[in-house]
């Protein structure tokens, strides 16, 4: 248990499908990041939100959108996915953003497939 | 641009010691992570540098040279558990961590 929680584990979709992965954070963090993780690749951050803002949208394709409505949970909503979108998604959680000692945690993430 | 290297798979006896290598290339430094992710599940946090020299945690310790852009994670008297991906991780000017692409490690009988 690592303290963020992601709903579903698995997920198997269509192109025309519109779903969403949900991540629950129980640290009192007040940062979230989504990040995707693909076979034999980096860890590519996607979304970062502080305090519910916003901070960082590393140039991912609109049919993600992301969703903080408060500092305890992260939403990122799926459609007309394309099967390269298949991929690990973590969530993760820290303190801050903005300090080198800060430690993020993740989630076990959600297992991804676009068919 | 940056960029984060290490080794993409290495294997270990059970009981030895083994040592992963990271080199690093990245606009700013503030601090080099390692974290383990075994197969299916998160990545968990093992340690963070930012200062040159050993850190050691009980069977793992982690080395930093920041005039070489390069650290390294020793794990001693290996256990099957151990294996693992091991990602090493570095926190650019920005704050931003710049991930290499994790070295699996493979521990035999």
């Known amino acids: 248990e690592t303290g963020v929680t992601q709903t579903p584990r698995h997920l198997v979709m269509g192109m025309t499908n519109k779903k969403s992965l949900k991540c629950e954070q129980h640290?009192?963090?007040?940062?979230m990041y989504w990040y995707k993780q693909s076979a034999k690749k980096p860890l590519e951050l996607m979304f970062v939100?502080?305090?519910?803002?916003?901070?960082e949208n590393n140039s991912v394709p609109s049919r993600f959108s992301p969703e903080c409505p408060n500092s305890s949970h992260l939403f990122l909503h799926l459609h007309t996915l394309q099967p390269e979108d298949s991929a690990l998604y973590l969530c993760?959680?820290?303190?801050?953003?903005?300090?080198?000692?800060?430690?993020?945690?993740f989630g076990e993430g959600s297992w991804l497939t676009v068919v | 641009g940056q960029n984060i290297d290490q080794p993409t798979e290495m294997t270990a006896t059970e009981g030895a010691i083994v040592q992963i290598n990271c080199t690093y290339q990245?606009?700013?430094?503030?601090?080099l992570f390692w974290y383990q992710q075994h197969a299916g599940e998160a990545p968990t946090f093992l340690s963070y540098?930012?200062l040159d020299g050993l850190e050691e945690k009980g069977r793992f310790s982690s080395f930093l040279s920041r005039s070489k852009g390069y650290s390294y994670l020793l794990l001693k008297e290996l256990q099957m558990k151990d294996s693992a991906s091991y990602l090493c991780?570095?926190?650019?000017?920005?704050?931003?961590?710049?991930w290499g692409a994790g070295t699996k490690l493979i521990i035999k009988p």
């Open positions: 993760a959680s820290s303190h801050g953003t903005g300090d080198s000692g800060n430690t993020i945690y």
């Open positions: 939100y502080n305090f519910k803002e916003q901070t």
């Open positions: 990245t606009s700013g430094f503030n601090g």
């Open positions: 640290l009192g963090h007040n940062a």
């Open positions: 540098n930012v």
């Open positions: 991780a570095s926190k650019d000017s920005n704050y931003q961590l710049i």
